[in-house]
């Protein structure tokens, strides 16, 4: 499963090399939530551990990712562990810059419609 997310960058970890075949480095990303942040860590696998490099803690960065799961069982108890894949990694102005747009407002802002203006038969539900 591939998400995006964007948010501002806090930390930064040094690549780990885990086997002789198989290194990851880790990284967290301050996401606004409402009114409160959530601290998520994402890490970068094998060749796409120097994809971080181009940017520095506060930076405002649009991350693509996978979602993983998998099982681990030990001693008859099985343990679930979840990744955050990333896989690309981008400044948020580029992003912006990327994506067409043919209206000014975003899709969440409604400070500029009118209600009253569409009629019952208008209404998408």
Do not use: H
């Amino acid at each position: 499963m591939s998400f995006e997310v964007k948010g501002k960058l806090v930390e930064i970890y040094d690549e780990n090399q885990v086997t002789d075949k198989f290194k990851k480095r880790e990284f967290v990303l301050e996401v606004q939530d409402g009114m409160y942040s959530e601290f998520v860590k994402m890490q970068l696998l094998q060749d796409k551990c120097d994809l971080i490099n181009a940017f520095k803690v506060g930076d405002e960065i649009n991350v693509s990712f996978n979602l993983k799961g998998r099982p681990y069982t030990r001693d008859g108890k099985t343990t679930y562990f979840t990744n955050l894949d990333a896989w690309r990694i981008n400044p948020v102005n580029q992003v912006e810059t990327e994506a067409p747009s043919n209206n000014s407002a975003s899709d969440d802002d409604i400070s500029g419609l009118s209600f009253s203006e569409a009629s019952d038969d208008e209404l998408p539900f």
